[in-house]
């Protein structure tokens, strides 16, 4: 088997060493636009590894050095400037693609190759991380567990601490955090606020209940697709500590500097979610050392998911909850490693282009990542009103 | 088969209309120290139904009205005054016996007689009301459906605002949140100050509503009978919160002393008990007009009784938590309707162990679904709620 990972960033590293550790592996690429960070990767990864440098960007190049590889793994984002990119040149190149597309205008745009992915006789999955990607899939375990399903709600919490956050990461957070966003409500999406509806869930310790808010993820994009008689998909999202909370990006949505179109400030044409973004970049790193000492003796609270599958069986209200307290480019990594094996090895041999809950056995999928060290939790809760023999569930739990 | 109720109160009473409904009886008496009652009740009826007067005070009379009966169904309360009367008299005339016990130090007192039970060869089952009793039934249900159950909190809340009736509720009351009472928590029965051990609970109908630790019979049978728990606990309060146990006027009077029956106060030459004065005071205060901030029109289609049984352990080494809600327009329907239904057990053959038991001890020996019907069709609303946590990939 023939992998390209394209980044070598902190997921792209997870997603490179976990291939590059498998038997059936007889090569891993480490491409990126840093090539010298490429090499340095490919070194720690051993003999089965080779670098290049790629530009995405540079349309003849990336095509040319994907030909002949299984699988081309795209970590480079952000996903609604890049993924369209890669996945046209993984279509005119015939190779199988996996990415970790999160927001929702990524994968609206991505949903659109469907057609196109299956005509060129190729398997390209999207958004195989973990929030969207592992959250989809609980989303789809909790729905084969179910005789009717009506409300997958995903949610996550990151914790910003040692992770340094550059302009890129706002602009990010501005993507999925201002203007309007779609949530599928009513059965149907729709597009409400960013940063709205707040609710307090609880997470598993050490974080323990946080406020999230509606966020532009793909989930409530991509579940619908596949999992029939959904009423409500939502994704909510929130950073920690409090000092980061979401709430903050309302405020650049408010003063209208949330948007991708330019400001005249004097002579110089600026990009306004540039100018929120340096700024807001300016208060935390203001903020960066106060945060860093109030927190120097507090456990990290890592990345949180929580997805909530509500339905019945046989007829009674159930609600399963799962939750999870994991490494973010770890579990990201991981996720999307198992997506380019399970193509590469045929596991899913559907050609199009799916989101995971798409084409995966949730079985299989979380088997595996349990095997790897990832723990998660599944809550259920059934009830049933006590009248008689049929209704009594205890032995079906 | 015959049957024989004492107290026709508003207990006594709904159990001997369940009663009547049994195909397994023959007669169901109706005794109670006032004749007119007794008399009243069982007029309504049928022919199935007859009726005597009965002081348990006194035991030679209460001996001779239990002869020949096959169950005793004592509803006289307050328990903690009277409670072995009427078993003593069971015994001696080898008649079985169910009653509806709420006190924890009468339920103490009652399972002291289980050898002379045994002996005499009858099955008395005590604390067979609402609670105690359809929550140790639900208590013993969901422990049979964990492998291993350690944790059993039992929480209840009344509609205190159209209590009327009875003086015995008031000494109950009194009684059950009055100075230390039997908790069992870390393996063994420990006292706690009553309404203390304040907790939140979701409850249906009412939603999150806080409960307090009182003196009730469920932490001192359920251990006895479900093996290996580590806790059980007791909570209840009044509704709504105008009538909270320890945030109006029975915590407050309860705080200045006024549930005490263990001293005698001397008021201009009459000698009285904190607790006398307490019970008779306390329904002036009840039926007098209520505050502004309360609002009537909240409670008039509130259920009259609420319960919660939280049952924890584990299952396959993976904890398991099953919760039972119930909720009825009377007390007296789970009440009646539970004592009725166990002795009717008693008398088909269903429930044969001899002693004193509490009614968890039955649910080995009954069919839980008929049951909940029966209950259901009387008008309680119950149900189940299974929650299990297990980790994904984790074969089990």
Redesign the interface.
């Known amino acids: 088997m023939r992998y390209m990972v394209l980044g070598s960033g902190e997921v792209g590293s997870v997603v490179a060493k976990d291939l590059g550790s498998i038997n059936e592996t007889t090569q891993v690429c480490v491409a990126d636009i840093n090539l010298e960070a490429a090499q340095k990767l490919s070194q720690q990864i051993g003999s089965k590894a080779d670098a290049c440098r790629i530009d995405i960007y540079e349309k003849d190049g990336l095509l040319n050095s994907i030909k002949g590889y299984d699988v081309v793994v795209n970590t480079v984002g952000p996903f609604y400037k890049t993924g369209t990119i890669v996945l046209k040149a993984c279509i005119d190149a015939k190779v199988n693609y996996v990415d970790i597309a999160d927001d929702s205008a990524a994968v609206k745009e991505l949903l659109k190759f469907e057609k196109a992915c299956e005509n060129a006789g190729i398997t390209a999955i999207i958004s195989h991380g973990v929030s969207p990607g592992v959250t989809n899939m609980l989303g789809l375990?909790g729905a084969t567990k179910m005789d009717e399903v009506d409300e997958i709600n995903t949610s996550w919490v990151e914790s910003s601490l040692g992770s340094a956050i550059g302009p890129a990461n706002i602009w990010h957070g501005l993507e999925m955090g201002s203007g309007m966003i779609p949530q599928f409500l009513d059965g149907k999406l729709v597009d409400v606020p960013a940063i709205s509806e707040a609710e307090s869930l609880k997470f598993r310790e050490p974080l323990g209940e946080y406020p999230v808010y509606y966020v532009g993820h793909g989930e409530p994009v991509s579940l619908p697709k596949y999992i029939k008689g959904l009423k409500k998909v939502t994704n909510k999202g929130n950073l920690w500590p409090d000092v980061m909370d979401f709430n903050i990006l309302t405020v650049y949505d408010k003063i209208g500097l949330a948007g991708t179109d330019t400001l005249k400030v004097g002579e110089v044409e600026l990009c306004k979610r540039d100018i929120a973004a340096y700024s807001l970049l300016d208060i935390i790193d203001s903020l960066g050392e106060t945060i860093a000492k109030e927190f120097e003796n507090v456990e990290d609270i890592g990345f949180q998911v929580r997805v909530d599958v509500k339905g019945k069986i046989k007829g009674h209200p159930a609600h399963f909850v799962?939750t999870c307290f994991t490494d973010m480019n770890q579990s990201t990594g991981l996720s999307a490693s198992y997506g380019a094996q399970s193509i590469a090895s045929g596991k899913v041999n559907a050609k199009g282009l799916f989101a995971p809950e798409g084409c995966q056995d949730p079985n299989a999928f979380?088997?595996?990542?349990?095997?790897k060290g990832f723990?998660?939790?599944?809550?259920?809760?059934?009830?049933?009103?006590?009248?008689?023999?049929k209704e009594?569930?205890?032995a079906t739990? | 088969m015959k049957a024989i109720i004492l107290g026709a109160g508003v207990i006594g009473g709904y159990a001997a209309q369940c009663l009547v409904g049994f195909n397994e009886l023959t007669e169901v008496c109706i005794a109670d120290i006032n004749e007119q009652n007794a008399k009243e009740y069982a007029q309504t009826l049928g022919s199935m139904a007859t009726y005597k007067q009965v002081d348990i005070y006194t035991p030679q009379q209460l001996r001779q009205s239990l002869r020949g009966y096959d169950v005793v169904v004592n509803c006289v309360g307050p328990f903690y005054k009277n409670a072995d009367l009427v078993i003593k008299a069971a015994i001696d005339e080898k008649v079985n016996f169910v009653d509806i016990c709420d006190d924890y130090d009468a339920a103490e007192l009652l399972l002291s007689y289980n050898e002379e039970c045994k002996t005499a060869g009858i099955t008395a089952i005590i604390c067979a009301g609402a609670s105690p009793g359809m929550m140790n039934i639900f208590a013993a249900i969901g422990a049979s459906k964990m492998q291993q159950a350690e944790e059993i909190d039992t929480s209840w809340i009344e509609n205190s605002i159209d209590a009327v009736g009875a003086e015995t509720v008031f000494y109950h009351a009194a009684h059950f949140v009055d100075g230390l009472i039997p908790q069992f928590l870390d393996g063994k029965q420990v006292n706690v100050p009553a309404l203390s051990g304040k907790e939140e609970f979701d409850f249906p109908a009412i939603g999150k509503y806080p409960v307090y630790f009182v003196g009730h019979p469920e932490p001192v049978t359920i251990p006895r009978f479900i093996k290996g728990l580590k806790k059980v606990t007791n909570r209840g309060n009044g509704y709504p919160l105008s009538q909270d146990y320890k945030e109006s006027f029975l915590g407050f009077l309860a705080q200045l002393g006024f549930t005490s029956k263990d001293i005698e106060v001397n008021v201009k030459g009459n000698m009285i008990t904190p607790r006398d004065f307490l019970c008779s005071y306390l329904p002036i205060v009840l039926s007098s007009e209520l505050p502004e901030e309360f609002e009537v029109t909240d409670v008039e289609n509130m259920p009259h009784f609420i319960t919660r049984v939280d049952v924890k352990g584990y299952n396959h080494g993976q904890p398991a938590q099953i919760i039972y809600f119930s909720t009825c327009e009377h007390t007296k329907i789970a009440t009646g309707g539970t004592s009725a239904y166990i002795a009717r057990l008693i008398v088909n053959g269903s429930m044969k162990t001899k002693g004193v038991m509490g009614p968890e001890a039955c649910v080995e020996s009954m069919d839980q679904n008929n049951y909940f019907k029966y209950m259901k069709e009387h008008g309680v609303t119950m149900s189940e709620v299974i929650k299990t946590e297990t980790e994904l990939g984790v074969s089990s």
């Open positions: 375990l799962y979380f088997q595996h990542l349990a095997n723990t998660i939790y599944e809550t259920k809760t059934v009830e049933s009103i006590l009248k008689n023999q009594l569930l205890a739990i």
